[in-house]
């Protein structure tokens, strides 16, 4: 069984947004690395951002793309931020993707 992970924020926690930024671009950097990628990355809420323009998180997300890793950027969440032309890595994914991967086989993990 694969593993999925949906990140729903650009931070990791909630409490101090510097902290958290640091906290996702580490955990991304250390999953970039790992051995057992994922299988997909799926990207909802403010975690669309990290896929996006001007990210610090480009270059993990494109090693786990070169790794085999679908990545995909929740479409409805990159228009409420006017990101739909700012997509620098992965693809443009919908609810009905999301949803198929949530009730699938695979394991889901959430980060956000």
Known sequence: MAKRILITSDTLGKADAELGAI?????LVSLAHEENVPAAVM????????????SAAIAELSLLAEAGVTVTACGTCLKHFGLQDKLAVGVEGN????????????DIVTIG
Do not use: T
């Open 43 to 54: 990207l909802s809420n403010d975690g669309v951002k990290l896929a996006c323009e001007g």
């Open 95 to 106: 609810m009905s993707g999301l949803v198929s991967a949530v009730c699938g086989p695979d």
């Open 23 to 27: 906290l996702m671009r580490s955990f």
